[in-house]
T-cell receptor, first 110, second 116 residues
């Protein structure tokens, strides 16, 4: 399984963009990068995923480097409700299940 | 679209008792997963079903845990007998099907089990 490395914690001021990095240097060509978050007492919530190209949806943007060895999740205007643990996960052939690490605990500061 | 439904939301039992959790996946999702999440850790896969067949149960403690998905829709996870270390949140997730790596897993809000 391709492993990911994330910082254990980050802070971001409310209203600013939150940029969460993830390293996945052993990713294979057919593996996707997925991002989930988990707010206290809830199940993991799907945010976004991508293969090669940058992706954007109503929640966030995902920037994947050209060599695909790292990515950044961007929450454009962070609110207090974005305080959560964010998981970066690599998923693909032979690794269909999601294997969670310890993630990044993001705290949005008023 | 209705999400993944789980019940009960909370359960407290004494050690050596038995307990069962229920999951109803998103309609049309062929793959169903049970995860265990111990406080402070990320979720860990216990078992994966494709329709009513088991794909991966390598992390399931089979001496005390069992799971079934008889008609390929709902699923139950059972623990018998429970131990103190089974205290955790049990999460159910579903996805379209095996090989659909471009389709995300969707999780329920879990059952919080406390074993005393």
């Amino acid at each position: 399984d391709a492993k990911t490395t994330q910082p254990p914690s980050m802070d971001c001021a409310e209203g600013r963009a939150a940029n969460l990095p993830c390293n996945h240097s052993t990713i294979s060509g057919n593996e996707y990068v997925y991002w989930y978050r988990q707010i206290h007492s809830q199940g993991p919530q799907y945010i976004i995923h991508g293969l090669k190209n940058n992706e954007t949806n109503e929640m966030a943007s995902l920037i994947i480097t050209e060599d695909r060895k790292s990515s950044t999740l961007i929450l454009p205007h962070a609110t207090l409700r974005d305080t959560a643990v964010y998981y970066c996960i690599v998923r693909g052939f032979g690794n269909e299940k999601l294997t969670f690490g310890t993630g990044t605990r993001l705290t949005i500061i008023p | 679209e209705a999400g993944v439904a789980q019940s009960p939301r909370y359960k407290i039992i004494e050690k050596r008792q038995s307990v069962a959790f229920w999951c109803n996946p998103i309609s049309g999702h062929a793959t169903l997963y049970w995860y265990q999440q111990i406080l402070g850790q990320g979720p860990k896969l216990l078992i994966q079903f494709q329709n009513n067949g088991v794909v991966d149960d390598s992390q399931l403690p089979k001496d005390r845990f069992s799971a079934e998905r008889l008609k390929g829709v709902d699923s139950t996870l059972k623990i018998q007998p429970a131990k103190l270390e089974d205290s955790a949140v049990y999460l159910c997730a579903s996805s379209l099907g095996q090989g659909s790596y471009n389709s995300p897993l969707h999780f329920g809000n879990g059952t919080r089990l406390t074993v005393t």
